[in-house]
């Protein structure tokens, strides 16, 4: 039967990262400020928003898929809108539209502002896009609408000015800008006032942070941080090698608030393939950054990306990957096999020349090993005793509450009378190689 939407209501699918789930509580935002309000399901939607990610392999071809299912509604749903946002259209540009009927309109993630105008046309009869970068557009002034109460993700800024072989980024979010020193600590005052228990600076490169207005880098930023929310656990996300300076380290060391764990992509462990990546630098600077890591912040957490089979990648510098997981020992890595993504610097420059077969298998060796030192890495804490975020229900059990440690490793505990929200001392008594299980420890005198 077909059925008139509510006009003015939206709802947003978001896919991929959390730069992407923050980006959609500034859309939610902007949308509200124009009289639009959020939808409980998509059913009930005037307009369907698909914020996407182009990062991953296959991105088009989930975005297709749930395009198909948004087209069989917009014939049962008269006057629904869709519209398809973020990264995939700004790099598939107008081509995105003959992808599936059901899109009505497309905004780069530069051109939020202009939702509403798009969805005016839309309704004019056009079929519009705007996709142009912004180099100044932070959204600043914008108060994101958060999911939860417990943790919230703070951009502190957009884009990246590296150009990493095998990454779209550079192509789909602009030039790197940052947001002022003055409207982060803003921000963050006003979630310490909201009783927010953890806050996530987030960037594509967030330790290339540099204060558009007074030169402050991402040390400061981070000490200013950690001063104004002095109750909050402080994180950070993604940092690249090459930014991570001793001062920044310092400042990590400094405050107890500021989580003890850093998340640095590596992707190789070969020197000659971190060339042909235009990572930047070397495996041996990489190593002697994580030493000055480890020397000054004791009981830190490393975690980082690999990326398997790269153009060019011989048995050796899959050795050498190897190596560099044995040798580290990383809590947790975010292991793939290459796939090219048009456009970026490896697929206009390089040939793809692993077999997938041999990329599966290198890859396959990657897992085992990693899965098998995260594995010793838990399995050693059993016995101790941790300071644990509750965040969530467990998905198993509703007596059981899920939350992480400072240094981000996920643990499930008994409930007893504990609320999401509460921090507290947990005894870990058992692991696996990705979760650790355990009871509250009300005694407990030593934290780690
Ligand atoms: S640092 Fe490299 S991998 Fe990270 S977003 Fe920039 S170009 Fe992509």
């Not at 998509?42 to 087209?71: F, K, M, P, S, W």
Request: net charge negative.
């Amino acid at each position: 039967m077909m059925r008139t939407v509510v006009r003015n209501t939206f709802y947003i699918h978001t896919f991929g990262c959390q730069m992407n789930q923050a980006d959609s509580g500034i859309i939610t935002a902007l949308m509200r400020q124009e009289g639009y309000s959020p939808a409980e399901s998509e059913d009930e939607a005037g307009i369907i928003l698909l914020n996407t990610c182009a990062v991953r392999e296959n991105a088009v071809d989930r975005i297709e898929n749930y395009l198909q299912r948004l087209q069989g509604l917009k014939k049962r749903h008269k006057g629904l809108i869709v519209g398809v946002v973020g990264c995939v259209p700004q790099f598939q540009k107008e081509e995105m539209f003959s992808i599936s009927p059901a899109i009505d309109f497309l905004a780069g993630p530069d051109k939020y502002r202009s939702l509403p105008l798009l969805i005016e046309q839309v309704r004019a009869g056009l079929r519009p896009l705007s996709l142009e970068f912004n180099s100044a557009e932070t959204y600043e002034g914008i108060d994101p609408v958060r999911q939860g109460s417990i943790s919230a993700f703070v951009p502190v800024m957009r884009g990246c000015n590296n150009m990493c072989a095998f990454c779209v980024v550079p192509f789909t979010r602009g030039r790197e800008r940052s947001h002022p020193f003055t409207s982060v600590i803003s921000e963050v005052r006003q979630l310490v006032a909201s009783g927010y228990r953890e806050i996530t600076l987030l960037g594509q490169n967030v330790n290339s942070y540099s204060d558009p207005e007074e030169g402050r880098n991402f040390a400061v930023l981070l000490d200013a941080v950690s001063r104004e929310a002095p109750m909050a656990r402080i994180r950070f996300t993604t940092s690249h090698p090459k930014d991570i300076s001793e001062a920044l380290v310092r400042t990590l060391a400094d405050h107890p608030n500021l989580c003890n764990h850093i998340h640095l992509p590596v992707q190789s462990g070969s020197t000659r393939m971190l060339e042909l990546m235009n990572r930047g630098h070397t495996i041996q600077e990489y190593r002697e950054k994580l030493a000055l890591i480890r020397s000054i912040i004791p009981g830190v957490v490393l975690t980082t990306d690999i990326i398997a089979g790269f153009c060019g990648e011989q048995e050796d510098d899959h050795q050498a990957t190897l190596e560099l997981l044995s040798d580290v020992r990383f809590d947790l890595a975010y292991m793939f096999f290459y796939s090219e993504r048009p456009g970026t610097l490896a697929a206009r420059t390089l040939e793809d020349d692993v077999p997938e077969p041999v990329k599966k298998r290198r890859l396959q060796e990657i897992i085992d090993l990693q899965n098998r030192i995260s594995e010793e890495l838990y399995q050693g804490a059993v016995g101790t005793v941790v300071e644990v975020l509750a965040e969530s229900e467990s998905k198993r059990s509703s007596q059981q509450l899920m939350g992480r440690t400072a240094t981000n490793r996920v643990v499930v505990f008994d409930r007893e009378h504990y609320q999401t929200g509460e921090r507290l001392n947990v005894l870990i008594t058992s692991a696996t190689s990705a979760t650790l299980i355990g009871k509250p420890d009300h005694a407990a005198n030593h934290v780690v």
